[in-house]
């Protein structure tokens, strides 16, 4: 019996940084860094400061609309979960598959990228 896992992560939360290229290959490479501020605390039932910084990566269309988000966006992104060890460190990083911009910005729509081709690996 083979094993199966589902890796989807619905992420949430502020553009801190944005950052975008273009590899050798000439796909273009987008990465932000999100931010979200609060906590849900279950044993009293109330949300609290929290701050946690997510690094997302792109590639093609996905990383051109990142690109054109700013720091402070609003966003919600859905992916996937990838990780890499560097020397002796882990970093946990989401794959964007889709960028939904949330609030009340003027490009606030879901934009579908359904083509995988674009990923460089």
């Keep these: 019996m083979s094993k199966t896992g589902v890796n989807l992560l619905v992420l949430s939360g502020t553009v801190s940084k944005v950052k975008s290229h273009q590899l050798d290959s000439g796909?273009?490479?987008?990465?932000?860094?999100?931010l979200n501020l609060q906590k849900f605390q279950r044993k009293n039932g109330t949300w609290s400061e929290y701050k946690h910084y997510q690094d997302?990566?792109?590639f093609g269309p996905r990383a051109q609309l990142i690109a054109g988000l700013?720091?402070?966006d609003e966003v919600v992104f859905t992916g996937s979960v990838s990780s890499r060890k560097r020397e002796d460190?882990?970093?946990i990083t989401m794959q964007v598959e889709s960028v939904h911009?949330?609030?009340?910005t003027p490009k606030s729509q879901p934009v579908p990228v359904e083509d995988d081709d674009?990923?460089?690996?």
Aim: proline share 4%; with cysteine; charged share 20%.
């Design 27 to 34: 796909v273009d490479m987008g990465t932000c860094t999100l």
């Design 56 to 58: 997302c990566i792109a």
């Design 70 to 72: 700013s720091e402070g």
């Design 89 to 91: 460190e882990w970093k």
């Design 101 to 104: 911009v949330t609030g009340n």
């Design 118 to 121: 674009d990923i460089p690996f």
